[in-house]
């Protein structure tokens, strides 16, 4: 049974407008989430990430949300842009410092549109 | 500065063969990863080192094994190819050990036949 679960396989949103991304997880040991981007032919690249005792953490065009009581964290795109297409996954980790137990969605490919 | 580099980037196999894929890093990071990512599933921890001659099982370490001679490298074995290893296989490193502080290499795609 899959912990951490992207349920949109794709998404695809206009250039200039919001790309919300939706992470769910069952695990309540799960302290750490994170969001990766990968491009084609490359290696996940990490992109931002947030503790259970934010519910908000935002860098530059990008902002992560956690509703801990609903197990729910999704990301925001603001403005999108082509250069945003990739797959992106969520994860979740007991805490930041245990790099080797961290939980991978299924991943969501998101496309903008010119 | 390299980064995290694998080989080969794709490879065939059949049922039964053997081979080792390639993990390097020029980063002297003492904590290193391998992960498969299969369509819908994300990525799974196969085997990771904190560093040299240091090595545990992850999530999925049935039929892989690792081994941690230097820094540097951390080599991925499979023993007798089952075509439910195919896959695409992703080293990490990290210096810290910290999950927001991976790097990962461009991955190695897997058939077995």
């Known amino acids: 049974d899959q912990q951490v679960k992207q349920n949109s396989p794709s998404l695809s949103v206009q250039e200039g407008r919001i790309s919300i991304l939706n992470c769910d997880y069952t695990?309540?040991?799960?302290?750490?989430f994170l969001w990766y981007k990968k491009y084609p032919a490359e290696g996940p690249t990490f992109l931002i990430s947030?503790?259970?005792?934010?519910d908000k953490n935002e860098d530059g065009r990008f902002t992560v949300f956690l509703n801990k009581s609903a197990k729910h964290l999704s990301l925001h795109i603001v403005p999108s842009q082509p250069g945003d297409s990739a797959v992106y996954f969520c994860a979740a980790s007991p805490n930041n410092n245990a790099g080797n137990m961290l939980t991978f969605g299924g991943g969501t490919r998101l496309m903008v549109k010119p | 500065n390299a980064g995290v580099t694998q080989t080969p980037k794709f490879q065939v196999l059949k049922t039964g063969q053997s081979m080792t894929l390639q993990c390097a890093q020029d980063m002297n990071h003492e904590y290193m990863s391998w992960y498969r990512q299969d369509p819908g599933m994300g990525l799974r921890l196969i085997h990771y080192?904190?560093?040299?001659?240091?090595?545990d099982q992850g999530e999925v370490p049935n039929g892989y094994n690792v081994s941690r001679s230097t820094t540097e490298d951390f080599p991925l074995r499979l023993l007798s190819a089952a075509p439910s290893q195919t896959s695409v296989y992703f080293c990490a490193s990290s210096l810290t050990g910290n999950a927001d502080t991976q790097y990962f290499g461009p991955g190695t795609r897997l058939t077995v036949l």
């Open positions: 695990n309540s040991m799960f302290d750490y």
């Open positions: 947030i503790s259970s005792i934010k």
């Open positions: 080192s904190v560093g040299a001659g240091i090595t």
